[in-house]
């Protein structure tokens, strides 16, 4: 049903986020959701190709809001895909490559796509560590205001 403020969106059941690698953007957001939503929401990550193991300055960075995603094993879509299939409402891709590849999921899945441009904070090579912290830092807190937003009831 529509009101004057467009469309109103059903409640999420199941989220995937996607990115490029699965060890920062998408690693924080699933590890977000999953603070602020526990159980009440389905929620899985997942990168377009295979990467490395969870980025350290993503770790503290989401260790400073209490978050504890240190032990968080990077996935491909293509593993997610094959361990329990892709039964999900929404996909929120946070970068291109990821967006693509969710749009091609459209094709064969009846699933909602949203695009949320992210800037991928391992861009950031020069400065001092807090300097790059920051940068960490500012994806954390802007995934932190999006799901909370998206993700309510």
């Given at each position: 049903m529509a009101d004057a403020t467009g469309p109103k969106k059903t409640r999420v059941q199941s989220a995937l986020f996607m990115c490029n690698f699965n060890a920062v953007r998408s690693l924080a957001a699933e590890a977000i959701a999953r603070h602020y939503f526990g159980k009440s929401i389905y929620v899985q990550s997942a990168g377009v190709r295979s990467g490395e193991p969870?980025?350290?300055?993503?770790?503290?960075?989401?260790?400073?809001?209490?978050?504890?995603?240190?032990?968080?094993?990077?996935?491909?879509?293509?593993?997610?895909?094959?361990?329990?299939?892709?039964?999900?409402?929404?996909?929120?891709?946070?970068?291109?490559?990821?967006?693509?590849?969710?749009?091609?999921?459209?094709?064969?899945?009846?699933?909602?796509?949203?695009?949320?441009?992210?800037?991928?904070?391992?861009?950031?090579?020069?400065?001092?560590?807090?300097?790059?912290?920051?940068?960490?830092?500012?994806?954390?807190?802007g995934l932190v205001y999006r799901i909370k937003m998206r993700l309510k009831g």
């Open positions: 969870a980025d350290p300055f993503m770790v503290a960075a989401l260790d400073e809001i209490g978050i504890d995603a240190a032990r968080h094993k990077p996935r491909t879509l293509a593993q997610l895909e094959e361990w329990e299939g892709l039964n999900f409402d929404l996909i929120i891709t946070l970068a291109p490559e990821a967006h693509h590849a969710a749009l091609e999921l459209t094709r064969t899945n009846a699933v909602e796509v949203e695009y949320w441009p992210t800037p991928d904070p391992t861009n950031i090579q020069d400065g001092t560590r807090e300097q790059r912290l920051d940068a960490y830092r500012d994806v954390r807190d």
